[in-house]
C-alpha cells in the first residue's frame, strides 16, 4: 500500500503561487494514476487535478484550468501541483490521492490558504 505526504502549503496573498508536494512511498509509484483534490469548510472534497501513470495526460477542474498544472516525477516517487493566479476561494485543504484506476490511497492533507 502506498504512503503519501503533502508538503508545501500556507499562507499566499491572492494572485500569488504556490507549489504542492507529494512524496509517496510503499508500492510500485509509476502504475498509479494521480491526483489532487482539495476541501473547503463546510464543502464537499473536489477533485482539482490528476495525471496518468506515464504523466502523458493530465485533467483539471473548471476552477483549476489555466492556473494549476499537475506533475509527477516518477523516479523520485513524486506528484506536484504548481497553483498560480491564486483566489481566496482557493482556500482548503489539499490531499494527494494515489489509485489504478480511482483515489484509494490518501495523504494526511496540507493546507492552503489565500488572503490578504
Known amino acids: 500500500q502506498v504512503q503519501l505526504v503533502e508538503s508545501g502549503g500556507g499562507l499566499v496573498q491572492p494572485g500569488g503561487s504556490l507549489r504542492l508536494s507529494c512524496a509517496a512511498s510503499g508500492g510500485i509509484f509509476s502504475v498509479y494514476q494521480m491526483y489532487w483534490y482539495r476541501q473547503a469548510p463546510g464543502k464537499e472534497r473536489e477533485l482539482v487535478a490528476s495525471i496518468l501513470s506515464g504523466g502523458t495526460r493530465t485533467s483539471y477542474s473548471d476552477s483549476a484550468k489555466g492556473r494549476f498544472t499537475i506533475s509527477r516525477d516518477n523516479a523520485k516517487k513524486m506528484v506536484y501541483l504548481q497553483m498560480n493566479s491564486l483566489k481566496p476561494e482557493d482556500t482548503a485543504m489539499y490531499f494527494c490521492?494515489?489509485?489504478?484506476?480511482?483515489?484509494?490511497?490518501w495523504g494526511q492533507g496540507c493546507q492552503v490558504t489565500v488572503s490578504s
Open positions: 490521492a494515489a489509485g489504478v484506476k480511482f483515489a484509494q490511497a
